[in-house]
């Protein structure tokens, strides 16, 4: 069975732009989380959703959105981007919401801000 | 507030020698407790994870992990280290209702021969 798969692997863009970024989830989870990872640091959770509903959000500013799809599918977006939006983001998956399911995480997402 | 430390930034250790992590959270609840795995570009990987019940858990790899609740601590230790084990590992906490984990600083473990 094919891993959670996050697109694009890698991205560039300038500050002020905008950003979308994918993920796909195992077959058949239905939970699906972001996590900003800026270099030398741990993971920093941003939203998850379940059943296409947002059932956390960190501590983000609101530049940062997503939503999930009918298939469980998910886009994180990030507006008017700044220097520091520069990180890997990961993208995990679960069957369910709670954290007695185990997570699932994709390759990520090199985003670099020029 | 949730947080976790990792006090240890890097740590070498001689392949066939045995290696202890340390992680201390801060927590008000009961903590779901986890250990990853992330290796140069890759994602990250779940090695163990404890809820309740036996303090002393045991993960994928070889690896295993004391929670100790007095000391706030769950370290993940190796008996014998294989240069495999070179990785960047994550010690994480969060609750049991939804899927925010918290997580530390990471330790990058470098295996010298």
């Known amino acids: 069975d094919a891993g959670v798969t996050q697109s694009p692997t890698h991205l560039i863009k300038t500050r002020g732009q905008h950003v979308t970024l994918r993920c796909s989830p195992i077959?058949?989870?239905?939970?699906v989380s972001w996590y900003q990872q800026v270099l030398g640091q741990g993971p920093q959770f941003i939203f998850q959703?379940?059943?296409?509903?947002?059932?956390g959000r960190g501590n983000f500013p609101d530049r940062f959105s997503a939503r999930q799809f009918p298939n469980y599918s998910s886009e994180l977006n990030v507006n008017a981007l700044l220097l520091g939006d520069s990180a890997l983001y990961l993208c995990?998956?679960?069957?369910?919401?709670?954290?007695?399911?185990?997570?699932?995480f994709g390759p990520g997402t090199r985003l670099t801000v020029l | 507030a949730q947080s976790v430390t990792q006090p240890d930034i890097h740590i070498t250790v001689s392949e066939g020698a045995s290696l202890e992590l340390r992680c201390n959270y801060s927590y008000g609840a009961t903590p779901y407790l986890f250990w990853y795995v992330q290796s140069p570009g890759q994602g990250l990987q779940l090695l163990l994870k404890?809820?309740?019940?036996?303090?002393l858990v045991q993960g994928i790899k070889g690896f295993e992990a004391e929670f100790k609740r007095s000391q706030s601590s769950f370290n993940l230790r190796k008996p014998s280290v294989h240069w495999s084990d070179a990785a960047e590992y994550f010690c994480?906490?969060?609750?049991?209702?939804?899927?925010?984990?918290?997580f530390g600083t990471g330790t990058r473990l470098l295996v010298s021969p």
């Open positions: 404890y809820f309740s019940g036996d303090t």
């Open positions: 994480a906490v969060g609750a049991e209702g939804f899927q925010k984990l918290v």
């Open positions: 959703y379940y059943e296409k509903e947002e059932r």
């Open positions: 995990a998956s679960s069957q369910g919401q709670g954290n007695y399911n185990e997570q699932f």
């Open positions: 077959s058949g989870h239905k939970s």
